[in-house]
Nanobody, 122 residues
Framework: EVELVESGGGSVQSGGSMTLSCSAS????????IGWFRQTPGKAREGVAV??????RYADFVDGRFVASRDGSLNKLYLEMNDLKPEDTAMYYC?????????????????WGQGTRVTVSS
């Protein structure tokens, strides 16, 4: 059974940093496409960063502020977020089970974690 568990969310002031973690189990982590998505109330879920093959794809709004990395020995995916802005406030989700389509499209993934909340105050 695939399981994704996010952690590391919380509150931070604008300009601050935060690192999210996603612990994965139930699939071959090292060869799987896996990524971060986020959602705010009233808005559609959107892709943030996805690791696929040996590459990473970022959403345009990341603009060099975030870094997604993975540790295959720990089956973990990370999202280091720097220079956070109030508009980054959202629930952040980890997703896996890519089946096709755009890597940053939420509909391209089968499996989801429960999310971790990030709040950035101005």
């Amino acid at each position: 059974e695939v399981e994704l568990v996010e952690s590391g969310g919380g509150s931070v002031q604008s300009g601050g940093s935060m690192t999210l973690s996603c612990s994965a189990s139930g699939f071959t982590f090292g060869t799987s496409d896996i990524g971060w998505f986020r959602q705010t109330p009233g808005k559609a879920r959107e892709g943030v960063a996805v690791r696929y093959d040996s590459a990473t794809r970022y959403a345009d709004f990341v603009d060099g502020r975030f870094v997604a990395s993975r540790d295959g020995s720990l089956n973990k995916l990370y999202l280091e977020m720097n220079d956070l802005k109030p508009e980054d406030t959202a629930m952040y989700y980890c997703a896996s089970g890519y089946w096709g389509g755009s890597y940053l499209a939420p509909g391209s993934y089968h499996y989801w974690g429960q999310g971790t909340r990030v709040t950035v105050s101005s």
